[in-house]
């Protein structure tokens, strides 16, 4: 006799139970995507599985009868990988300009951390401002961190030396703002006024951010060859001394073609987390960075200095500065305008266009003129970077930076490191996207974020992606950087779908403030 409806039902409820899975409750649910790949972000050998999502999390992965149960949309995902959204570890951009982020859900990115390189809002400011974000919406989630440059402007210290009450007041700064939900600080050591800072200072405003379990990510001082080791040991040293866990923002060595060099700070790395110290870094993909003109140019003729009087009274002085600088750095050739009235050329191209040397076209600039790539690392020393386990992608990208990066990073990876050269697995890489991130951030742990995050998992964030990897394409250049990556089929970010076959899908933006509430007993 065949069993009847209501037996069936119950045979389709107890069968997963005897197959080592939870049974499905039966309520409606928002979204199963079906027959996918799942690669869940731990590393974890991919796996086939149906994924089921209510009210924003993800309810169950598994097997799943879609004639079972009431669900709202079905995804056919069969052929095809289905992973975590992918969360940015350093990027840039205004929520309050740019809601829709379209450079990040056209990666696959769900969730960006801003505040990066010693900026970010004022700590005073911090609260408002998330709650502003929070009404215009965003496609993506957002996370800040609390910016050491910023804060030596809004406690007062500036460009001075703190003493006792500075360094008091710069760390009760940090501990606001990680009371308001900030993951950590950035620092960015290269920059002015962070790079005033001495190993005391960093010390003290790292204190807070180890009691409430942040992490200290820092655009470290010196990354050309010759100091870059330095810079790392001064970073680690921090870690040790405050008992911060240390992150390194963009690793890469300026003018160095050695992967052993690269081989050697990862060992450094690896040294410090064997003696307690947490440190961690990132990369992006690009053998170019991006930064403004004032790290061609010396001290004395940076701010606060006064760069008129300096022009004024040591011009050829100055001059042969950014000559040799320029020179060095693999001459103007390598250095290409990326914001002003040269965008889109070389400091080489714009000397002969205006017929005069490269070194006084950059005096007319001054140190705040423009933003350009500069063309100074190597592909091998990257990639070292790239394959060590406790490395991380990130964009160091924004909506409107010309840099390919912000539109191309994590798409670059999966094409160029999974796909084309087999560097890593996919299951490596999406770990480097997604999980791995999420716990260096501090996005995996419900006891500070509520619902977690970077990881198929019952009970996480239905920040999803489903796509083809062999689709899957950064198209975005020097020429072009603002070229949408393609390949996503569909991205949904807190359950709702934000993005789907190269396109913004249409509504508001389903993104979240991201909170952390650290240590405080209260969060």
Not at 141 to 167: I, K, Q
Not at 402 to 425: A, K
Not at 435 to 451: C, E, K, N
Request: with cysteine.
């Amino acid at each position: 006799m065949a069993p009847t409806p209501l037996l069936g039902l119950l045979l389709f409820l107890l069968l997963p139970a005897c197959l080592g899975e939870e049974p499905i409750p039966a309520e409606p649910y928002d979204l199963l995507l079906s027959g996918g790949t799942v690669v869940d972000g731990t590393g974890a050998p991919a796996r086939r599985a149906d994924v089921l999502v209510r009210e924003g999390r993800i309810a169950h992965v598994g097997r799943v009868d879609p004639d079972t149960l009431e669900v709202g949309e079905h995804f056919d995902a069969r052929g095809l990988v289905v992973t975590p959204g992918f969360i940015d570890a350093h990027a840039h951009g205004d929520p309050l300009e740019t809601p829709r982020f379209p450079n990040f859900l056209a990666m696959g990115v769900t969730t960006i951390l801003l505040g990066q390189d010693g900026g970010s809002p004022q700590v005073a400011e911090l609260p408002a401002l998330m709650r502003e974000v929070e009404g215009v919406r965003p496609w993506v989630n957002v996370a800040w961190l609390v910016g050491h440059n910023t804060l030596r402007g809004e406690s007062g210290v500036g460009f001075g030396t703190p003493d006792d009450a500075g360094l008091a007041q710069m760390a009760s700064l940090v501990e606001a703002g990680m009371e308001a939900g900030a993951f950590g600080l950035s620092l960015g050591l290269e920059y002015d006024p962070g790079r005033r800072a001495g190993m005391e200072e960093l010390v003290a405003i790292a204190r807070p951010v180890a009691a409430r379990n942040g992490v200290v990510m820092s655009h470290m001082r010196n990354e050309d060859a010759d100091r870059v080791e330095d810079s790392l040991a001064e970073l680690l040293e921090q870690g040790t001394r405050s008992g911060a866990r240390v992150h390194a923002s963009h690793l890469k060595v300026v003018l160095g073609n050695d992967p052993g060099q690269a081989r050697r700070m990862l060992q450094a790395m690896a040294h410090a987390r064997s003696q307690g110290v947490e440190a961690t870094g990132d990369v992006y993909p690009y053998t170019a960075s991006f930064t403004g003109l004032a790290i061609l140019f010396p001290d004395w003729a940076r701010p606060p200095h006064d760069y008129d009087a300096v022009v004024r009274a040591r011009r050829d002085e100055l001059a042969a500065h950014l000559r040799d600088r320029v020179e060095s750095r693999n001459g103007p050739e390598a250095t290409l305008f990326g914001t002003g009235r040269w965008a889109g050329r070389t400091l080489a191209q714009v000397a002969r266009e205006v017929g005069r040397p490269f070194e006084e076209v950059l005096v007319e600039l001054g140190p705040g003129g423009a933003r350009a790539a500069y063309f100074v690392m190597d592909d091998e020393v990257m990639a070292t970077f790239l394959q060590d386990p406790h490395v991380v992608v990130a964009s160091d990208g924004s909506p409107g930076m010309n840099h390919p990066r912000g539109y191309g990073s994590f798409p670059r990876v999966l094409r160029r490191f999974v796909q084309e050269e087999g560097r890593l697995t996919l299951e490596e890489a999406v770990r480097k996207m997604t999980g791995l991130t999420a716990s260096i951030v501090g996005l995996d742990d419900p006891a500070r974020v509520g619902v977690p995050r970077g990881r198929v998992e019952v009970g996480w964030a239905a920040d999803l992606l489903v796509f083809d990897p062999a689709e899957i394409r950064d198209r975005a250049d020097f020429q072009n950087p603002h070229r949408l990556a393609e390949g996503m089929r569909a991205v949904w970010v807190n359950g709702i779908r934000g993005w789907s076959d190269d396109a913004p899908a249409p509504g508001p933006g389903a993104g979240q403030v991201l909170r952390d509430a650290g240590g405080n007993p209260g969060g």
